[in-house]
């Protein structure tokens, strides 16, 4: 699996983290002072990168939680068939086959790029 392990601490909006083993983009990141018994704890709420569900998170600032490592990729349509496309990767040359986004109208020979994590792809912009 593409992933590391980092401290609660070095996260901030805007990055990536897994949570439920999916991984997610941080929409908020907030910490609570350390208390009488015990340390600082943050509250992360973050979104599904694949599938847009809301997660959360509550940990002491120094757990450890995995990152995932996302590629940010370029890519070519080859054919539009409904709502599926197929697409080249600009680097591999591999062709599959991606959903589109309802608010993207893609036609051939459109350039993309996607987010890709193992096996998992999004279009992110056309």
Same mark, same amino acid.
Do not use: N
């Given at each position: +699996?593409?992933r590391?392990q ?5 996260l @901030?909006? =805007? #990055?990536?983290?897994? *949570? @439920? @083993?999916t991984?997610? %983009? *941080?929409? #908020?990141y907030?910490?609570?002072k /350390? =208390? %009488?018994?015990g340390s600082?704890?943050a509250r &992360? !709420?973050?979104r =599904?990168v694949?599938d847009? %569900? ?7 600032v120094?757990?450890k939680v995995?990152? /995932? &490592?996302i590629g940010?990729?370029?890519g070519q $349509?080859v054919?539009? !068939? =409904? #709502? !599926?496309?197929q $697409? +080249? ?6 062709t599959?086959?991606?959903? +589109?986004?309802e ?5 051939p020979?459109d350039? &993309?790029?996607?987010l890709?994590?193992?096996?998992q792809?999004? &279009?992110?912009r056309s």
């Amino acid at each position: +699996m593409a992933r590391e392990q980092t401290e609660v601490r070095e996260l @901030d909006e =805007g #990055s990536y983290v897994m *949570i @439920d @083993d999916t991984p997610c %983009k *941080i929409d #908020s990141y907030s910490t609570a002072k /350390p =208390g %009488k018994h015990g340390s600082a704890k943050a509250r &992360i !709420d973050a979104r =599904g990168v694949f599938d847009s %569900k809301k997660r959360s998170l509550s940990q002491p600032v120094d757990a450890k939680v995995w990152v /995932p &490592i996302i590629g940010r990729k370029q890519g070519q $349509v080859v054919s539009v !068939d =409904g #709502s !599926d496309a197929q $697409v +080249m990767d600009l680097e591999t040359y591999d062709t599959f086959t991606m959903l +589109m986004p309802e608010e993207v109208d893609l036609q051939p020979d459109d350039e &993309i790029e996607y987010l890709e994590y193992e096996e998992q792809r999004k &279009i992110t912009r056309s």
